[in-house]
């Protein structure tokens, strides 16, 4: 995207970045992120540069939110928690038997974050995270929390495989137990990373953008890396879209078929007899870049507003209430 702009501008020469990214050295690097978590990154980064020239997977990183359950309400949650009316976890046959779909379809990931909500609260998260630990599908499984509940025995145990990765968000005095469940993840030799947030990306705003076609996919195809969303059997290219479509309600956007791949038929139905092959072009269809319906009423995610910022986790009592964007 940037040197298409470049090229716009009349600059035929540019030099790419990425080596940069090859030989940092992290040590003594003390800013918002863990030097592991900056490493990481910066890996993410290259796998995508992969992806580009076609030689990385089809998809790199899969998203499963578990639970719209929460121990926080954060005004600018990018998952919309506020706006939940009726919170709930997800049912664990479902979450297995929808994420093992997926990961057939595509070949494997290289990471699964499970994610929420706060996915402590999932009532059945050592099982989970066993699932995804022992697939061979995987090679990294993560779980996103926001500091506030302490792990129990069963799940440590679970969290001592040297697949497992535990990333701390901490939100200062919200994250009431972070200091515990970071003395107990390193009493127990588990690989965590923290980020230390100074500030958020506000959310991005909803209405008709009217733009054209090529700025459009222009959008998406900046906003959006080789990765899913899947939440509640639904899978999707943004988690904008998820969050509307799952915790606030399904008409916030106007329908559009391309937005997300629903794998079940109905909602009490059994999984779609050819979600697979469903998925396969759902996937093939992110590496075209062309942007889906949602984009016509989004302004971006925080990839395309970096100047556009909140303070942290600022907390609500109310249950908030979104209009239509159209």
């Known amino acids: 995207a940037i040197c298409a702009q470049l090229r716009e501008l ?43 020239y076609r030689r990385g997977p089809l998809i790199e990183r899969l998203f499963v939110m578990i639970n719209n359950k929460c121990s926080l309400r954060c005004k600018n949650c990018d998952a919309y928690i506020p706006y939940v009316k009726d919170a709930v976890n997800y049912d664990f046959g479902r979450i297995v038997e929808s994420c093992q779909c997926a990961l057939d379809a595509v070949g494997g990931v290289d990471t699964v974050d499970i994610l929420g909500g706060e996915p402590m609260l999932h009532d059945r998260l050592s099982e989970i995270l066993r ?18 509940i302490l792990p129990g025995a069963e799940l440590v145990e679970t969290m001592k495989s040297p697949k497992f990765v535990c990333r701390l968000s901490n939100y200062g005095k919200h ?43 222009a ?19 943004c988690n904008v879209v998820a969050s509307l479509t799952c915790n606030v309600r399904t008409d916030v956007l106007p329908p559009s078929p391309d937005d997300y791949l629903d794998l079940y038929e109905g909602e009490c139905g059994g999984l779609r007899p ?29 990839c395309l507003q970096f100047e556009n910022k909140v303070p942290v986790a600022e907390q609500t009592k109310e249950r908030l209430e979104m209009p239509r964007a159209y």
């Open 175 to 217: 994250s009431r137990r972070l200091g515990e469940i970071a003395a107990l993840l390193g009493a127990n030799a588990i690989r965590s990373e923290m980020t230390n947030y100074s500030q958020w990306d506000a959310l991005p705003a909803l209405s008709a953008t009217n733009e054209t076609r090529r700025e459009l996919d």
């Open 10 to 52: 009349g600059y035929d020469d540019s030099l790419d970045c990425s080596s940069l990214f090859m030989e940092i050295d992290f040590d003594g690097y003390d800013a918002y992120m863990t030097p592991e978590f900056a490493a990481r990154i910066s890996e993410n980064y290259l796998r995508n540069i992969l992806l580009h």
């Open 131 to 148: 699932y995804f630990i022992e697939n061979p599908s995987v090679s990294r499984v993560t779980l996103i929390t926001n500091g506030t």
């Open 219 to 237: 959008k998406f195809a900046s906003c959006t890396a080789n990765l899913f969303y899947l939440q509640d059997g639904k899978l999707f290219y």
């Open 274 to 302: 050819d979600a697979k092959e469903r998925i396969a072009a759902f996937a093939a269809r992110l590496h075209t870049r062309r942007h889906i319906g949602a984009c016509k009423y989004c302004t971006g995610s925080h």
